[in-house]
């Protein structure tokens, strides 16, 4: 089984991806084929929860 190690930043834009109920749309088309406003919805709740700062500063 592969390991994914995934950035804050990914796991994320998962979390928000999930939440919006867009999970299966993803594994369907991938990024690319979400639209505009469902990337925007994503970016916003992205925006709407900063990262913590980095502990490698």
Known sequence: ???WRLSDRE???YEAVERLGLT???LESGWPGLSAKEAG???GSLHARPLPP????
């Open 24 to 26: 299966q749309r993803l």
């Open 1 to 3: 089984m592969t390991n």
């Open 11 to 13: 796991k994320r834009k």
């Open 41 to 43: 919805r994503i970016g």
């Open 54 to 57: 980095s502990s490698q500063e």
